[in-house]
């Protein structure tokens, strides 16, 4: 009689191991360092800070005096001078408007010193000497840490050799996005088959056609090998000379994953 074999085994993966992914502002879809038990989204967790963005000014007409050597960026007109003292040193200061190509785009600010009517920002990137105006300027920065949501922010999913190691993100990551995957380390398989999805072709042969072991007895074998893996005496059906035995008769026993032993044969 034909059998299926018990629940699948318990999984162990090396704890707490951490995936940093990198994005690169195209991709939504990466590579885990290991496989997802099950491709369940619980079993990791991920973690994102997001860049987030706040308009400062929009064309305004303050002059800015970008200085070259020391990268410093000088604004007098008190009213911008406030608004652009939320900065603080790790914002970025995105520009556009600058007659000098070099003056604009991402600027890393390093330095901000602001007395109530003029701030001087000092940013990593070179610049390069121009007075402007007509700038439009907005702050980049590091929101604060989230954990996303499984099967909303994230699914798991990938096939032979990439086997539950895509983590898919429903929101494609900016580059400037900081995301890390932590495997749980331990997990159990949790999937089910969709209702009525399981057919012939899904099953293994001897689930569709059963399996039929002859032995003949000699009144004194007692040890007889299966042709295929049994899970338990109470799996299999027996006939001794068309008498039907079952694993729960005093007669009939089991052990290990070959060997039926019914007495007296």
Same mark, same amino acid.
């Given at each position: ?30 590579e885990l360092s290991q496989e997802v038990p099950g491709g369940y989204e619980g079993n990791v967790t991920v973690i994102r800070r997001q860049q987030k963005s706040d308009p400062l000014i929009s064309s305004s007409s303050a002059s ?8 410093t960026i000088t604004c007098s007109t008190a009213s911008v001078a406030a608004a652009i003292s939320v900065l603080n040193i790790g914002d970025i200061l995105h520009v556009t408007g600058a007659s000098n190509g070099a003056n604009n ?29 007509? @700038? ?84 004194? @074998? ?29 007669? @009939? ?6 060997? @039926? ?5």
């Amino acid at each position: 009689m034909s059998y299926i074999r018990g629940a699948l085994p318990f999984l162990q993966y090396n704890p707490n191991t951490q995936d940093d992914i990198v994005p690169d502002g195209v991709s939504s879809t990466f590579e885990l360092s290991q496989e997802v038990p099950g491709g369940y989204e619980g079993n990791v967790t991920v973690i994102r800070r997001q860049q987030k963005s706040d308009p400062l000014i929009s064309s305004s007409s303050a002059s800015f005096v970008f200085a070259s050597g020391a990268n410093t960026i000088t604004c007098s007109t008190a009213s911008v001078a406030a608004a652009i003292s939320v900065l603080n040193i790790g914002d970025i200061l995105h520009v556009t408007g600058a007659s000098n190509g070099a003056n604009n785009g991402d600027l890393l600010v390093t330095n901000a010193v602001y007395n109530g009517s003029t701030i001087v920002l000092t940013v990593l990137n070179p610049v390069v000497n121009e007075t402007a105006s007509s @700038l439009t300027l907005l702050r980049k920065f590091a929101g604060p840490w989230e954990t996303l949501e499984p099967s909303i922010d994230y699914t798991i999913s990938g096939i032979n050799a990439q086997q539950d190691r895509l983590i898919n993100f429903s929101v494609t990551p900016i580059q400037q996005d900081v995301i890390y995957v932590i495997h749980r380390g331990e997990a159990t398989y949790n999937f089910v088959p969709t209702e009525k999805t399981v057919g012939p072709d899904q099953l293994s042969d001897n689930l569709r056609n059963f399996v039929v072991d002859i032995f003949a007895a000699n009144g004194v @074998l007692t040890n007889f090998t299966l042709s295929q893996v049994a899970v338990s005496a109470r799996t299999l059906e027996v006939s001794i000379n068309g008498v039907l035995k079952y694993g729960d008769d005093t007669n @009939l026993s089991f052990t290990g994953d070959y060997a @039926l032993l019914p007495d007296g044969v």
